[in-house]
C-alpha cells in the first residue's frame, strides 16, 4: 500500500468514525420529555385581515373534515396553452456558466438596494446548475406520492428524523411513497469540503439527497424551486403527486392520502397554507424585506407558504415550463405563485396545513396537543426531539374523539 493510499484509508475512517458520533448524538439527545412548543413564524407579508380570528377552536364531524375547504373558483375554460414536449432525458446542465451581470449594476435604482439584494440581481439570470449528486431512478415503479424536503447540509439531524417519520420510504394503502432532499453546496467556505464528503456518505446510506451546485443560502431557495421542478419535469413523468416541505415541519401522510382521495376530481391541486391579498413587507429588518424596486406592486398574487403544500404532478410540469419564462424572485413561495397566475390556477387554503403559525398564545394547550396534530396535514415548527416525540404520541394508542379542526 502506497503512502498515499494509507492517507486515503484513514481519512475514510476518519470520516465514517465523525459520522456515527453526528448520528449518536442525533439519537440520544434528549430522554422523551417534551420542551414547550413554540409555534410561531413570521408570515412574508404583513397580517392579512383573515388571520385575526385564530382563536376558537371547535369540532367538526369527520365526514365534512376534507370538503371543508373546496370551494373554488372553476378552472377558467381558456387556459394559457403550456408545451409539453421534448422532454430531457437526464440532467442536461453540466457546466456551471454564471458570470456576473455587471451591466446591471449601472441601472439607476441599482446602487440604492441593499447587498444582499444587489448579490441577487447580479446573478439573477444564471438559471441552471449541475447537478452533484443525483437519483434519476427515484421515480420509476408506481410512486403515488413524493415527498419533497428542502434542506442544508448542516441540518442532518432533521433530515435523520424525518427518515423515521413522516419521510419514511414506505406503501400505505397499497401507495408507494418515496422521499428525496433537495440541496445546494455549503456556504461555509472553511468546512465545505468537510460537509460535501458527509454529506456524499450520507447519500451512500440513504439515497436520498438531490444537490445541485449552487450556494445554499436564503435568496437561493427559489433556484432550487426551479431545479426541483426541472428534476422533476426530466424523471419524474408519471408520478401523480407531491408533497413539498420544510425540514422542521409534522407531516401526517395518512391525512395527505386521505386527501388526496377525497380531491382526485380536482384539476390542477395546488393545497396549502394559502395567502390571499398578502402585501410585500417593506420593513428593511424584516427577513422577507422586499424593495419597490424589485416588486412594486400592492399585493402579492394567492401562494401558499413553502412551509409544505401539495400539488399534482401534470401541474409541477406546467410549473417548471412556466417559472423558465419568468425573472426570478427572491421568495421562493412567492415565485410559485407568480407561476400559478401565469397559468390562472387558484391554489386552494385548507385549514389542515399550518405553516405560518398556529395559536398567537405560545402557551396554548393545542400546540402539544396530540390530538390535534393527529387531524392536520402540515404542522410546523418542531425541533427535531420534538418531531419525533409528537411522532409517537400521534402514533401509539391515541384515542380522538373526532377530527379536530382550528379556525
Ligand atoms: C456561457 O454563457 C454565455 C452567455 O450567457 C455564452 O456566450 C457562453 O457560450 C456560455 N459558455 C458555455 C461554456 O456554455
Ligand atoms: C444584464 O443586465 C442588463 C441590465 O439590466 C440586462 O439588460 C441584460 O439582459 C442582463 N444580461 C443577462 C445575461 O441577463
Ligand atoms: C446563488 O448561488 C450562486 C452559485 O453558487 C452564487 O453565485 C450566488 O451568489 C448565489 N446567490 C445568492 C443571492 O446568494
Ligand atoms: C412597476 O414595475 C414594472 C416592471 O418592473 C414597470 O414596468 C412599471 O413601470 C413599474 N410601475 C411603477 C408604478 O413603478
Redesign the pocket.
Given at each position: 500500500m502506497t503512502t498515499r493510499d494509507r492517507w486515503r484509508v484513514i481519512k475514510t475512517v476518519g470520516l465514517m468514525f465523525l459520522l456515527a458520533v453526528v448520528m449518536l448524538t442525533v439519537f440520544q439527545r434528549g430522554s422523551g420529555r417534551m420542551n414547550q412548543f413554540q409555534i410561531e413564524r413570521h408570515p412574508p407579508m404583513e397580517a392579512p385581515a383573515e388571520r385575526a380570528t385564530l382563536n376558537k377552536a371547535f369540532y367538526i364531524s369527520p365526514e365534512s373534515f376534507w370538503k371543508e375547504d373546496h370551494k373554488r373558483p372553476m378552472a377558467t375554460t381558456e387556459e394559457p396553452l403550456v408545451t409539453l414536449a421534448r422532454r430531457p432525458k437526464s440532467w442536461d446542465i453540466t457546466?456551471s456558466?454564471?458570470?456576473a451581470n455587471l451591466s446591471i449594476s449601472s441601472v439607476r435604482w441599482f446602487t440604492g438596494l441593499e447587498e444582499t439584494f444587489q448579490q441577487f440581481l447580479i446573478y439573477r439570470?444564471c438559471r441552471f446548475f449541475p447537478m452533484t449528486i443525483n437519483h434519476p431512478e427515484k421515480c420509476v415503479g408506481d410512486v403515488h406520492l413524493l415527498m419533497v424536503i428542502k434542506s442544508v447540509i448542516t441540518q442532518h439531524d432533521r433530515r435523520e428524523v424525518i427518515r423515521q417519520t413522516w419521510g419514511k420510504e414506505l406503501v400505505m394503502n397499497g401507495k408507494r411513497i418515496k422521499t428525496i432532499f433537495l440541496l445546494g453546496k455549503s456556504t461555509n467556505k472553511k468546512e465545505k469540503a468537510n460537509h460535501q464528503k458527509l454529506l456524499e456518505y450520507e447519500d451512500y446510506i440513504y439515497g436520498d439527497i438531490l444537490q445541485w451546485d449552487f450556494m445554499d443560502s436564503f435568496f437561493n431557495l427559489t433556484l432550487k424551486e426551479t431545479h426541483f421542478l426541472k428534476w422533476f419535469y426530466t424523471y419524474c413523468g408519471t408520478v401523480p403527486y407531491i408533497f413539498k416541505g420544510d425540514d422542521d415541519v409534522f407531516v401526517s401522510v395518512e391525512n395527505i392520502l386521505e386527501y388526496l382521495e377525497s380531491s382526485k376530481n380536482i384539476k390542477h391541486l395546488f393545497t396549502g397554507d394559502v395567502l390571499f391579498k398578502a402585501k410585500p413587507i417593506r420593513k428593511k429588518e424584516n427577513k422577507y424585506y422586499i424593495p419597490q424596486a424589485l416588486y412594486n406592486k400592492t399585493y402579492y398574487p394567492p401562494y401558499a407558504g413553502g412551509g409544505g403544500f401539495l400539488m399534482d404532478g401534470p401541474l409541477a410540469r406546467k410549473l417548471y415550463k412556466v417559472s423558465e419564462t419568468l425573472d426570478l424572485f427572491p421568495i421562493d413561495d412567492v415565485f410559485l405563485g407568480m407561476c400559478l397566475e401565469v397559468l390562472q390556477v387558484t391554489p386552494i387554503k385548507h385549514n389542515a396545513f399550518k405553516t405560518f403559525g398556529l395559536m398567537k398564545d405560545k402557551n396554548s394547550k393545542l400546540n402539544k396537543e396530540p390530538c390535534f396534530f393527529k387531524s392536520m396535514i402540515v404542522v410546523h415548527k418542531l425541533l427535531p426531539q420534538e418531531l419525533k416525540d409528537m411522532w409517537r404520541l400521534v402514533h401509539t394508542d391515541l384515542i380522538c374523539a373526532q377530527k379536530m379542526e382550528l379556525l
Open positions: 457546466t456558466n454564471c458570470s439570470h
